[in-house]
């Protein structure tokens, strides 16, 4: 149950949802001109998040409507967290936004002159090891500059 | 931090006739003249013309955009590259060519209006492209020339132009030199590949002998070299696929956002991707085979 005040969900307007045919879905936050792949739980998420629920209403509703699917309440508050954890709403509580990092640094065309051996080229997000086939966690997926 | 290098579209006008001193090359249809001053008895730009021989343009005259100009060597063996009000320095001719080639090459992309650039390696054959968008150090490089063992002919190893043709995205050739390793080129002598150079004798630098022509892309392959590791294929999710073309794509400081966004999400639509962990190559090549005679999906 929500605590008192609970503040419902909703969604930065600015981040675009693109629905695949396969049922995934695209987000596209451009302050931070990243994007994550989202698993069809977790576009009806976000779907759901237009300021309708708060975080135990959406739960509530989810578990009770795909009451076939395993694990959905969990599979659905870590993709509510996630959201949250990447500033993708408005209203988040208890889950500390990452939203204020600010735009990536532009470095110029030459990135490692003599003169200045030190790249402040901001490195790419590393891709785990092994996938997990349970992408109803938004997969960061931030753009960085190409390297050699 | 820097001023970035100016250039030009591909469709504005080349005088033909041209400067000894003066170079011009088109990448990715932008072109950029890298003005040599003082003319250093013309090697290190004859270097950089053979670096960059698939792009070379008709020579430029004074009177066009020159927009680099490279000076030097002082005595201590330092090149200065300007670029408008911007001075950039670098030790030794090698050094200077490396730079000067990486540059160019990014500054074109850059300012190109290609649909989409990417950091991929592709590949064709029978008129198919495969994708293999990853990087440094996954093992692109070698995996894209390698399968030539398979028949497969490079467009490129880490630059992937790509336009929209008829509703379908198509890869382009980019015939950049690639760069390998001493153990990447042992790897590929191991499957008869065979490579030309150091090119303008620059280690490392290497090109193929043929390439490939423009394709559709057909599949979508992230690989990803662990040594040890058993080799799996994992499918990817249509955002999965369009969110690693997010993150590989070259910003494109001409273009609209949307045309970049929309190539992506067709090539999500009319390619699958798969992820490809894998240690040897011969079982890397089978399971690519496998993934290309996967039926294909229509969008």
Known sequence: MDSPGAPNLVRREDVEMHLMPDGSALLYDPDRNAGYALAPLGALVWDMCDGTYTTQTLLAELEQDLVQVQGIRKDADRCLSEFARLGLLTAAPDVASTHAEGPVPDEGIFAHPINSRTSTRRQPVERPKSRSRKPETPRRSEMAPPDE | MSRPIETRGAAE????????????????????????????????????????????????????????????????????????????????????????????????????????????????????????????????????????????????????????????????????????????????????????????????????????????????????????????????????????????????DLLPRDVQWNTILQIARQAPGWQLLYSSLDEAFDVVEQIVREPEVTS
């Open chain 2, 13 to 252: 006008s080349i005088p033909a006739a041209g400067c000894l001193k003066d170079s011009t090359y088109t990448v990715c249809g932008r072109s950029i003249t890298v003005h040599w001053e003082p003319d250093p008895g013309q090697a290190g730009r004859e270097r950089l013309d053979l670096l960059l021989s698939p792009y070379r343009s008709a020579e430029s005259t004074t009177s066009s955009t020159e927009t680099v100009t490279v000076e030097g060597p002082s005595a201590d063996s330092v090149w200065t590259v300007r670029d408008g009000a911007v001075q950039e320095r670098f030790l030794g001719e090698d050094e200077l060519l490396r730079q000067l080639e990486r540059s160019i090459v990014a500054a074109c992309a850059r300012y190109s209006t290609t649909a989409l650039i990417l950091h991929a390696g592709a590949v064709e054959r029978d008129g198919i492209a495969l994708l293999l968008p990853a990087h440094s150090g996954s093992g692109k490089t070698t995996l894209t020339l390698a399968l030539g063992a398979r028949g497969w002919r490079p467009l490129t190893d880490d630059i992937c132009p790509c336009v929209l043709l008829e509703g379908r995205v198509v890869a382009l050739p980019n015939p950049r030199c690639v760069h390998v390793s001493d153990a990447s080129r042992e790897v590929l002598d191991s499957q008869s590949i065979d490579l030309e150079g150091p090119v303008a004798g620059l280690p490392g630098y290497y090109r193929p002998y043929s390439w490939g022509t423009a394709a559709p892309l057909q599949r979508i392959i992230l690989p990803c070299y662990h040594p040890g590791i058993s080799t799996q294929m994992v499918p990817l999710t249509m955002a999965e696929v369009a969110a690693e073309l997010l993150l590989m794509r070259f910003e494109q």
